[in-house]
């Protein structure tokens, strides 16, 4: 609907905001900043390239790990064979694009979907894609937003999940593919005590959120069911 500034999921009748939604509210987009830092680019067309290439590389590894027939352009698979050279390594496919529609007591609901979920000498771990462009690296002091992202997947997956996983969540992995001589992945990986801390972070901000749109989902919710008995 005009004027709002999140996206719904719906499941078994219910609505819930996205998690990327959250994030963005808590971590705005500040493009000025970028247009500062690199002046002289097209940043439009960064941006639609961006999305092109990432929309594209997801679908790429979602079809080989379901060992689908699918055929990437060219010039994208220097990012996808890094990115599958290295999750090749997993001792095995859990699960691939795995849907979440999740609720919190006390404070509300929450949903998105996971890129993958693997099996790594015993530990199952939960793994995101990103792609970055030609001389752009990643620093794990700069993935706030990301971690965050993960570890609330890792929270809802593991209770949603428990009983077709061989254990929880113990690890997140971010695999920044930036198709470089030398290493052309740098995987973020957030486990034990740090992955525990970042999931308190992820359910303080969920709060925070619903303190300011509560009322909104729930006048959504309203609505949908008003849509359905219509």
Known sequence: PKGRKFGLYESGGRVAPNVTSI????????????????????????????AKRGTAVHLAMEKWLQSQEHTPIEDHLQWINPLQRLVSRASKTLA????????????????????????????????????????????????????????AYSLAISHLYEDQLPSPVTRTSLLFAHPEDGKPVT????????LLEYQQKWLKLLDEWYEVHGAEVSLEQKEFESGISC
Request: glycine share 8%; with cysteine; hydrophobic share 35%.
């Open 23 to 50: 994030l963005g509210w808590k971590f705005p987009f500040d493009k000025s900043k970028w247009v500062k830092s690199e002046p002289d680019i097209d940043h439009d067309a960064v941006t639609r390239e961006s």
């Open 96 to 151: 691939v694009e795995i849907p979440l529609h999740y609720s919190i007591s006390g404070i509300g609901s929450y949903a998105g979907s996971s890129d993958g979920l693997m099996l790594v000498n015993g530990d199952v771990v939960l793994i995101d894609y990103k792609t970055k462009r030609h001389g752009k690296y990643v620093s794990p002091r700069f993935c706030e937003q990301q971690r965050l992202q993960l570890a």
């Open 187 to 194: 995987v973020v990986s957030t486990q034990g005590n740090l």
